[in-house]
């Protein structure tokens, strides 16, 4: 029988489901959820660091916060479009995982391509369920609701999760891109001059908006339905 994957998490670059999403990664994980995450490109262009730094970066964070699986679409990085190919592409991995609940960045971003990405990942998650679109792989129809994730900025949210008891691994998740967030050496980015506080804070913020410690806030198209909890249970 295959195994359920629970959360499909969608980002443009490795990092953006850990700044969005990470605490929320780790509780479900944490939970015997499986998840994956989805980077659509290697993040080539990146100003410090390098494809293979990054990858191990990225594996790293995904073991600090339980993540069964993660791969790479190789997309070009800044060349995150809605491509017939990308579509059916990101369409593939979706159906090949039929998880439950996907994410993705938020479509408000600075970076183009978190707002790129989030197109595509919306697209995808449309076609996916068509029974007559083809992918390379033959493989069956899946519908599964999108929600968004936030990596820049504050918006106010749809709806939030409690990541009280997950902050400190969502942290360490996002420290094990040290090329990103502490270079030894490289050039000043904007995520090389406080980022993480400022990821730090803002889940503050929202956890204390919503009456708890710390939370992540997200996103949704349409109005949604919650039973249990999120993944219907």
Wanted: aromatic share 8%.
């Amino acid at each position: 029988m295959k195994e359920t994957t629970h959360i499909l998490a969608f980002g443009a670059h490795a990092d953006d489901a850990e700044i969005g999403m990470g605490g929320t990664i780790h509780k479900w994980a944490s939970r015997n959820k499986k998840i994956v995450i989805c980077d659509l490109t290697e993040a080539e262009l990146s100003s410090n660091g390098s494809v293979a730094l990054r990858k191990e970066e990225a594996q790293r964070a995904a073991d600090c916060l339980g993540v069964k699986e993660r791969i790479n679409l190789g997309l070009p990085d800044r060349g995150i479009s809605l491509s017939p190919d990308y579509v059916k592409r990101a369409a593939e991995v979706i159906r090949h995982y039929q998880p439950k609940v996907i994410f993705a960045p938020y479509s408000i971003d600075r970076h183009p391509d978190h707002g790129h990405a989030s197109q595509l990942v919306r697209e995808a998650a449309f076609s996916a369920g068509i029974g007559r679109f083809q992918t390379d792989e033959d493989l069956p129809a899946w519908k599964a609701p999108v929600y968004y994730y936030v990596i820049n900025g504050i918006h106010k949210p749809h709806f939030v999760i409690d990541i009280s008891n997950n902050i400190a691994a969502k942290m360490e998740g996002l420290k094990a891109y040290k090329s990103q967030f502490e270079p030894d050496s490289g050039v000043e980015t904007p995520l090389t001059s406080g980022y993480l506080e400022s990821v730090l804070a803002r889940d503050r913020v929202i956890g204390k908006e919503a009456g708890c410690l710390y939370a992540e806030g997200f996103m949704s198209d349409k109005p949604f339905k919650i039973d249990n909890d999120l993944l219907g249970e």
